[in-house]
């Protein structure tokens, strides 16, 4: 079960964080953590949350404009922002939505985390990559519509890079076993597939636990 709950390094957090405080995540994150705990393997707990997730991915009314909002001077560039909506004190889960302007694509990434990313609003092509010695290989692409999600068990389809083809600003959902933004994740130069340390953060939350009371 130690998998499941991978702190990745970080200290905990005083509580958990519900960013987004509505009934519709309270339920959402007290269902995935149960279908989590009575999950053997990582591929499990994906398995039985996708009703769930599929569920967020098609309600129109839960996810405010707040958090579907660009962020110009973001850390991923090309106005490109992560916006924290929960997660754990423990550090070990998170839902976060990305949002990517028109014409706008990420660095090629990777996440080091299990869970389910999936597509809210606008479209996107999907590109995912396969770094070796001295170059990174197109392993395949595809267009993504709203509903679109997979399921990311690492080492399998880690590294990718996603573009928004919609004239309007693309929001994915990420709902992952770690506090994705605080951890130390890489990029990965699409020429010679170099690795470079990266850490997203996000728009609206920091790292750093506050210590506080
Ligand atoms: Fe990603």
């Known amino acids: 079960m130690c998998d499941l709950h991978d702190h990745h390094g970080l200290p905990p957090l005083a509580a958990d964080e519900f ?6 995540v309270r339920e959402f994150v007290a269902t995935v953590r149960e279908r989590i705990d009575r999950s053997a393997s ?48 423990d ?21 080091l985390a299990w869970g389910l990313v ?19 290989e197109l392993a395949r692409r595809r267009p993504l519509v709203p509903g679109d999600y997979y399921v990311l068990v690492p080492p399998a389809d880690d590294v ?29 130069d699409e020429h010679t597939g170099a690795a470079r340390p990266f850490r997203s953060g996000y728009a609206n939350a920091e790292c750093e636990a506050s210590g506080g009371s």
Do not use: K
Request: net charge negative; with cysteine.
């Open 160 to 188: 990718h890079r996603i573009r928004t083809t919609s004239a309007e600003t693309s929001v994915s959902i990420h709902l992952l076993a770690s506090d994705t933004g605080c951890v130390e994740r890489h990029t990965f």
């Open 118 to 136: 999936g597509l809210y609003a606008g479209t996107q092509d999907e590109e995912f990559y396969v770094p070796g010695d001295g170059a990174i």
């Open 42 to 89: 990582a591929a499990d707990a994906c398995e039985v949350m996708r009703p769930v997730f599929e569920e967020a991915l098609t309600e129109r009314d839960w996810l405010p404009l707040t958090f579907q909002r660009d962020v110009p001077d973001s850390r991923m560039g090309g106005g490109i922002g992560q916006w924290l909506l929960f997660r754990s004190a």
């Open 19 to 24: 960013v987004l405080d509505t009934p519709f």
């Open 91 to 111: 550090r070990s889960l998170c839902l976060f939505s990305l949002v990517v302007p028109s014409g706008s694509m990420t660095p090629i990434h990777d996440h």
